[in-house]
């Protein structure tokens, strides 16, 4: 189905000037349920919740991020054995879970691969839900966030269902609608076990009464064809996401030479605009940086976007200075903050309709300090 960027309740000011000379893109304030649309301002995506401060896919992260202001939170989503969505980075979940000291579980451990790629460890699909249920959230980055780890143990792993009646709940209590912006984990791979994800992220938005256009949920994969399979069977509003390197793995199953690069060029954006609405581009799209981790000039994908009708929300912002330009690295400790607010400050200029951010209350305090069109 064709989608129209006024579905999306957003009025996009197209650039017609040079890079150097950007504006900021507004969403026009139409009210109705959806949180892209109560403001004028880019929308603040919670990247797994406040994974800055809390383990991630965590109801903690995630009602952290709400309190902090964001807009969206984001629960990326694999398959138990029994077919329930949960909240996991990566279906292998050594990383975010105590389950390798689980001696119960320790025959589990095997290796298998993944979009092309050999991995070895626990995976969702290979316990039920109550099973999955014992195990307790670790952080993933403990040598980056190590104030982070004091909350490893305490947190279940949330299914998909748990994380739309959270973001319910905290918009009734806090009188401001609040989204879900889920991602299918690979889903090619789950296809080929007997463990489709479409059909059961459709039945979880049915049963929510989230069907329509202006439903507060966008639906995200690095994949196409499960998107372009979305399209047929629903109409939230579904975001391409495009990496700075490589493909899709539907388009490595395919045959399909086309890479993420292809895709980000006008011929490609014009392709994915006829089954979504928007993309979540790797922020290195939009302003690259060199070999010595310095930025460049931006690129034009923000206004190529636009001319397809397609918004445009950038990932990951991150406040440590390892995940920084080097332009706006404080010191010399990787693990220290760096000024983020001037990388906001920088893709807002551009146009951006929206961040991906492990700290969100970092991007609403850029966004409050925009000025007002």
């Known amino acids: 189905m064709r989608r129209t960027l006024s579905a999306l309740g957003v009025t996009v000011t197209l650039l017609a000037a040079a890079v150097a000379t950007p504006m900021v893109a507004t969403a026009k304030p139409t009210g109705g349920t959806d949180p892209a649309r109560v403001g004028d301002q880019p929308i603040v995506i919670g990247h797994r919740g406040a994974s800055g401060y809390r383990p991630e896919h965590t109801f903690e992260a995630y009602r952290l991020a709400i309190r902090m202001g964001a807009d969206y ?8 054995a029994d077919g329930v969505l949960v909240a996991r980075h990566e279906n292998e979940i050594s990383g975010t879970t105590d389950v390798a000291t689980r001696t119960e579980f320790a025959a589990r451990r095997t290796t298998k691969t993944i979009d092309g790629v050999s991995v070895t460890g626990w995976f969702t699909e290979d316990f039920t839900l109550a099973e999955l249920r014992t195990l307790r959230a670790k952080e993933r980055l403990p040598q980056v966030r190590v ?7 305490q947190f279940q792993v949330p299914t998909f269902q ?5 973001a319910r709940a905290e918009s009734r209590a806090r009188g401001r ?11 090619t791979y789950f296809a080929s076990i007997g463990l489709p994800l479409e059909e059961p992220l459709v039945e979880t938005l049915r049963r929510a009464g989230w069907t329509k256009r202006h439903s507060p949920v ?22 391409q996401l495009l990496d700075a390197t490589g493909r899709p793995y539907d388009f490595t199953v395919a045959g399909d030479t086309r890479t993420y690069r292809d895709l980000a060029a006008p011929a490609g954006l014009k392709w994915i605009s006829r089954y979504a609405d928007g993309i979540g581009a790797n922020k290195n799209l939009i302003v690259p ?4 981790g310095k930025l460049l000039a931006p690129t034009t994908l923000v206004q190529d976007a636009h001319k397809q009708k397609l918004i445009v929300h950038a990932w990951t912002f991150r406040a440590e200075n390892q995940f920084l330009p080097a332009d706006f690295r404080i010191g010399t400790d990787p693990n220290a903050r760096g000024d983020i607010q001037a990388e906001y400050e920088l893709f807002y200029r551009l146009g951006l309709d929206g961040v991906f951010t492990d700290h969100p209350d970092t991007a609403v305090a850029a ?3 925009l000025p007002r069109p």
């Open 73 to 80: 939170i984001e629960p990326d989503l694999v398959a138990t």
């Open 147 to 153: 104030t982070n780890t004091a909350f490893d143990g």
């Open 162 to 166: 748990e994380v739309i009646d959270l």
């Open 177 to 187: 609608v609040i989204g879900v912006y889920p991602e299918t984990k690979h889903p």
């Open 218 to 239: 966008i639906i995200q994969s690095f994949e196409t064809a499960n998107l372009r399979r979305l399209d047929r069977l629903t109409d939230v509003r579904l975001a």
């Open 289 to 292: 940086r060199d070999t010595a």
């Open 367 to 369: 966004r409050a300090a």
